[in-house]
């Protein structure tokens, strides 16, 4: 089964700082993602990445940038954190950019900014 | 930008019976797929059916397609406590990406 390991399932952290959050994938899958998840909101995409230094913007990239160094490694970063970017964070990754591929999420991380 | 959108945004039953929850969506598609979501955790891919498909079953889940009215519907037969979660639906379009729905929390009551 592929496995999606997000670093962290619970983070606080405070206002202004930078911080980053790792996702690591073990399928070889050519594409990543990160969606934030809100009540009432339900999920929305930030960023993806079909290849290695490859990104492009979701629906909602402001206040977030991401870096693919490595194909089996996706990280998100916020620059200044903000307390409007508290929220669930879910990494997801996919085999390919064909159609009818289904996603692999992570168990996600809870982050608290105060 | 949301493309599918569930109906209801919750439902309670009683262990046993069945849970039908809907999705709408706006555009034109290659296929939908519905996802789970145990409380306080990550999405879990339950089936996917393509845009030339009307049903589909695995398991106790049959999902039907209607690209006419632009609707999917997700039916759970013989519910058991541990389907308790909530329940979205993805539609990928020309794109290649998934956008999802709100989600409907589906409550089983032993």
């Known amino acids: 089964d592929v496995k999606v390991t997000q670093s962290s399932r619970y983070l606080v952290k405070r206002t202004g700082e930078k911080v980053f959050l790792e996702c690591v994938q073990d399928?070889?899958?050519?594409?990543m993602f990160w969606y934030r998840q809100d009540p009432g909101l339900g999920l929305r995409l930030i960023y993806f990445?079909?290849?290695?230094?490859?990104?492009e913007k979701g629906d909602i990239p402001e206040g977030y940038s991401v870096s693919r160094e490595k194909k089996e490694r996706f990280s998100l970063i916020l620059e200044s954190a903000s307390t409007n970017q508290t929220s669930m964070y879910l990494c997801?990754?996919?085999?390919?950019?064909?159609?009818?591929?289904?996603?692999?999420f992570g168990s996600g991380t809870q982050l608290s900014v105060l | 930008s949301q493309q599918g959108e569930e109906d209801p945004q919750a439902l309670s039953i009683q262990e046993g019976e069945n849970a039908t929850m809907n999705c709408s969506y706006k555009t034109s598609i290659n296929n939908l797929q519905w996802y789970r979501q145990n409380s306080g955790r990550g999405l879990v891919h339950l089936i996917l059916?393509?845009?030339?498909?009307r049903e589909k079953h695995s398991g106790r889940l049959r999902v039907t397609l209607d690209t006419s009215k632009k609707s999917s519907s997700l039916l759970i037969t013989a519910s058991r406590a541990a389907d308790t979660a909530s329940y979205f639906c993805a539609t990928e379009s020309s794109n290649y990406k998934l956008t999802f729905g709100k989600g409907t929390l589906l409550t089983v009551n032993p």
């Open positions: 399928m070889d899958h050519e594409n």
């Open positions: 990445s079909y290849d290695v230094k490859m990104k």
């Open positions: 059916i393509r845009s030339n498909e």
């Open positions: 997801a990754s996919s085999r390919s950019s064909a159609p009818n591929e289904k996603l692999f």
